[in-house]
């Protein structure tokens, strides 16, 4: 069975500019969630989609948006690009309502950079 | 809010010693507890779960008890190995909300 695959796996741009970074959930699983991992800052809840809603957001600000898709699979995008954005940025997946075990499967990440 | 709180570290062990890394967490209700580990250069894979008070989850030869008293989730393994050298995270979840809240992470270093 795959798990949760990311794309893509570096990413390299400069301030001002937009990132676009896909997530595709483990199969069977309808909740996506993204973490920022910073350099010292350890792992920041970012954004949950269920269903193809968004469930819940943490403390960023609105140039991090995202969607989910029909698929379940998941967009994360990030607007006027800052250096501090430069991160690992992880996609983990898991089922919703009494599947939940609670268990999250991560993806490996999406190393952005920003320059 | 939730928070977990764990020694950062950088812990540095000689082969074979006893580990400890310290976690404790601030929730309502009654979350389930669980360690990740991140390798170089991977995501983040689960190393072991508890989801009610006492219980134990081992896995590889690591264990942690959830202690409910105390809210404190400690990570232990009696003889670790230069293959154990990775960060690891505590986090909590509360059933049905969210995701996981994380400790910002132990970077564990075994020396040969």
């Known amino acids: 069975e795959a798990g949760v695959t990311q794309s893509p796996t570096h990413l390299i741009k400069t301030r001002g500019q937009q990132a676009t970074l896909r997530c595709s959930p483990i199969?069977?699983?309808?909740?996506v969630y993204w973490y920022q991992q910073a350099l010292g800052l350890g792992l920041q809840f970012l954004l949950w989609?269920?269903?193809?809603?968004?469930?819940n957001r943490g403390n960023f600000p609105p140039r991090f948006s995202g969607r989910q898709f029909p698929n379940y699979s998941s967009e994360l995008n990030v607007n006027a690009l800052e250096l501090e954005d430069s991160a690992l940025y992880l996609c983990?997946?898991?089922?919703?309502?009494?599947?939940?075990?609670?268990?999250?499967?991560f993806g490996e990440g999406s190393r952005l950079t920003v320059l | 809010g939730d928070s977990v709180t764990q020694m950062e570290g950088p812990v540095t062990l000689s082969e074979e010693a006893f580990l400890t890394i310290n976690c404790t967490y601030t929730?309502?209700?009654?979350?389930?507890l669980f360690w990740y580990v991140q390798y170089p250069g991977e995501g983040l894979q689960l190393l072991l779960k508890?989801?009610?008070?006492?219980d134990k989850g081992s896995n590889k030869g690591f264990e942690a008890t959830y202690r409910k008293e105390t809210t404190s989730f400690h990570l232990e393994k009696g003889s670790v190995q230069v293959s154990d050298s990775a960060v690891y995270f505590c986090?909590?979840?509360?059933?049905?909300?969210?995701?996981?809240?994380f400790g910002k992470g132990t970077h564990l270093i075994i020396q040969p």
């Open positions: 199969s069977g699983h309808t909740s």
């Open positions: 508890a989801t009610k008070a006492d």
């Open positions: 989609y269920d269903e193809g809603e968004e469930r």
């Open positions: 929730a309502t209700g009654y979350p389930s």
């Open positions: 983990a997946s898991s089922p919703f309502g009494g599947a939940d075990t609670g268990e999250l499967f």
């Open positions: 986090a909590l979840r509360r059933g049905g909300a969210d995701g996981l809240t």
